[in-house]
C-alpha cells in the first residue's frame, strides 16, 4: 500500500460535526470520510470531465412539509 500524505485541514466547527455525524452514519473515522468523499469526487471528475453533477441545481423531489414542525 502507498504511503499516505498528512495534509493539515482547517474547517469550521459546523462543518467538522456535520463530517462527524455522516462519517458515524456510515461507520467510518472522520478522516476515512473526508478521504472517501475526496476519492468519490475525484472519481467523478475523472468520469466526466467535471467538478460537480450537471443535475446539482435540479430541485429535491422531497415533501418538506412532512419534516417541518408545525
Known amino acids: 500500500m ?8 482547517r474547517i469550521s466547527e459546523k462543518l467538522f460535526a456535520d463530517l462527524a455525524a455522516w462519517a458515524e452514519d456510515d461507520f467510518r ?3 476515512g470520510q473526508i ?10 471528475r ?4 467535471r467538478y460537480i453533477s450537471e443535475d ?5 423531489d422531497v415533501d418538506i ?3 417541518t414542525k408545525r
Open 46 to 49: 475523472k468520469k466526466n470531465g
Open 35 to 44: 478521504e472517501y468523499l475526496l476519492t468519490e469526487c475525484v472519481k467523478q
Open 29 to 31: 473515522s472522520i478522516n
Open 65 to 67: 412539509k412532512k419534516f
Open 56 to 60: 446539482i441545481d435540479a430541485p429535491l
Open 2 to 9: 502507498a504511503e499516505k500524505k498528512q495534509v493539515p485541514l
